[in-house]
Every structure is written in structure tokens, then in C-alpha cells.
């Protein structure tokens, strides 16, 4: 990701979704080339002249202070993550993505005796890039079978736009695959220079027009909660809570969890999905315990 036009287009499109009445101007014409605010407007508003703001959003941004950042920031409204994203686009590039690419993904021991000793609570574990490095069983009964996966499409983004069944899944597709795309534009703000991220961008680009769509947007989400509307094959329709925590040791990893609300109907369909989950186990524990004695006569 070149950082000097992802700076420039994110501030058009920052600027683009602003109306004069939204910051307190008056719009005193009728109709305008484009949408959103203008740039003298703006920088009005920021306490900087015109063409200093013009360079910045031309993607000069090597000597900008926080001080006029944050009152970019105030006029532009970013929320916090939007805000830690543009410091990072005017600053050089940290060239880690090397050694970030290079260094295998892999949870702590203990997090995964935790992941499996939460029976009744879907749980997995985000890398970088949105890769899921691990999960429990009731994880994978809910979202997908991740260990038969490739490794190239155990991840989140790969799921949500190239997995036919995330479709389905989602009843909300739409503001998941929008929450998605901010994740990872946040992720290639961090790590510019992230060869496998680029390849995961550059495949998405290709094979979904959605990812194109929404890419462009330059909308910038980091990880949170809330709610999810699902429609399982095996238990229909839930409605569950997710929640995403940061293991210590790790700032690169996150654990995201499923609940679902105490007596709630989507509760009992979350017991019945461990229990067909369970079931399924067995059997296949069994199939497995069949071929062995087989091939041991």
C-alpha cells in the first residue's frame, strides 16, 4: 500500500462525507462539484491555511504536527481508530512487515486449553491480516470447519467474501463484510509493506466486486462488540453477543467470543449446536477408530 495515496484518499474521503451544515457553515450554494466539504473550508474550520492542507491531503505528510492533525481530526470527526490511522499515514513507514510476515502465528499453550475448555461459548483467535490461528469446537460448528481448511482461507476476510456459505450464515452480510473491510484497511495501515496482506487484498479485489466496493470507501473499524444475527444450516436463526479481548503477550492477536443472552431461544439453539457438535465428534472419532483396526489386519 503506497502510504502517501492511501493518505490522500482517505482525507478525500473523510472530506467527501461532510455536509457545510454538519460542521456549522452555512452552505451558501445551490450545488456543488463535488460532495462533502471543500478543501478552504476545511482548513478554515482547522486553523490552517488552504494550501497547507491542500499539500497534506496531496499526501505530504512528513512534517505535520499533532497539534494540526488533531484539529484535522476534530473538523473531519474520525473516530478514535480513524484518528490512530491517519497519525500513522504521515508518518514514515515502519518497515516490520518483513519480520511480522516471517514470524509464524501461533497462540500461547494456555489460550488454547482455554479455547477448548469453553464447551458452551463459540471462541476464536484473530492474527494479523484477520487469519484465524485458533479456535475451539464449538467455533467451528458455528462458523465452519476451520482445521479442513486451507491455511489460505482460514481467515476472516477470505470467509466473509469468497466462502459462499458466509452468505447464509450472516443475516446482516452486508455490516459484517463493512466491519470487515475496515479491520483490514486498519491492519494495512499498520503494516503497509505486508506482502501476504497485499496478496489477501489482491485476491479479494479480483474475485468480489463487494470487496472492491467497500474497499474504496476507505472506511477505517476496529475491533469491537455486538451483536450478530445469524441463520445456522443445523439450528436456524441466533442472535448472539460477541465480544473480542486482547490476550496478554501478544498485541498482534485477538480472542472473539459468541453468547448468547441467559433463557433466550438462540441459548437453547446454542446448546443443541454443542450437542450436535459433540455428536459429530463421536462419529467421526469412531469412523477414525474403524479405519485404524482395519488397516492394523
Known amino acids: 500500500m503506497d502510504q502517501r495515496t492511501e493518505l490522500s484518499e482517505f482525507l478525500r474521503s473523510r472530506r ?17 462539484r463535488v460532495p462533502g466539504l471543500r478543501r478552504e473550508e476545511l482548513a478554515q474550520l482547522a486553523g490552517v491555511s488552504t494550501a497547507y492542507y491542500t499539500r497534506l491531503e496531496q499526501g505530504h505528510g512528513e ?8 484539529a484535522i481530526a476534530r473538523v473531519l470527526r474520525l473516530s478514535p481508530a480513524e484518528r490512530d490511522h491517519l497519525g500513522r499515514l504521515t508518518k514514515p513507514a515502519r518497515r516490520r512487515a518483513g519480520r ?22 463459540p471462541a476464536y483467535v484473530l492474527g494479523r491480516r484477520l487469519d484465524i490461528i485458533a479456535w475451539n469446537r464449538l467455533g467451528t460448528a458455528l462458523l465452519g470447519d476451520f482445521a479442513t481448511m486451507p491455511p489460505e482461507q482460514r481467515n476472516m476476510a477470505w470467509h466473509v ?4 456459505a458466509a452468505r447464509e450464515l450472516y443475516q446482516d452480510w452486508e455490516s459484517k463484510a463493512t466491519d470487515v473491510v475496515g479491520i483490514l484497511r ?17 485476491e479479494l479485489s479480483v474475485k468480489s466486486d463487494d470487496f472492491r466496493r467497500l474497499w474504496a470507501t476507505h472506511r477505517i473499524q476496529d475491533k469491537g462488540h455486538g451483536t450478530k444475527h445469524l441463520h445456522h444450516p443445523v439450528v436456524g436463526r441466533l442472535t448472539l453477543q460477541y465480544e473480542t479481548l486482547r490476550p496478554a503477550g501478544d498485541g498482534d492477536q485477538v480472542l472473539v467470543t459468541y453468547h448468547a443472552e441467559p433463557g433466550s431461544a438462540s441459548a437453547e439453539s446454542l446448546r443443541l449446536l454443542a450437542s450436535w457438535a459433540a455428536t459429530e465428534l ?13 488397516q492394523s489386519r
Open 16 to 32: 467527501a462525507r461532510l455536509r457545510p451544515e454538519d460542521v456549522g457553515l452555512p452552505d451558501t450554494t445551490t450545488r456543488r
Open 63 to 70: 512534517s505535520v504536527s499533532a497539534a494540526v492533525l488533531d
Open 100 to 121: 511480522a510476515a516471517a514470524r509464524p502465528q501461533r497462540v500461547r499453550p494456555a489460550l488454547q486449553q482455554l479455547l477448548d475448555a469453553m464447551e458452551g461459548v
Open 161 to 164: 467474501f469468497l466462502d459462499p
Open 186 to 202: 486498519l491492519d494495512a495501515g499498520r503494516d503497509p509493506d505486508d506482502p501476504r496482506l497485499a496478496s489477501l487484498i489482491g
Open 282 to 294: 463421536r462419529a467421526e472419532s469412531a469412523d477414525a477408530a474403524e479405519r485404524t483396526a482395519e
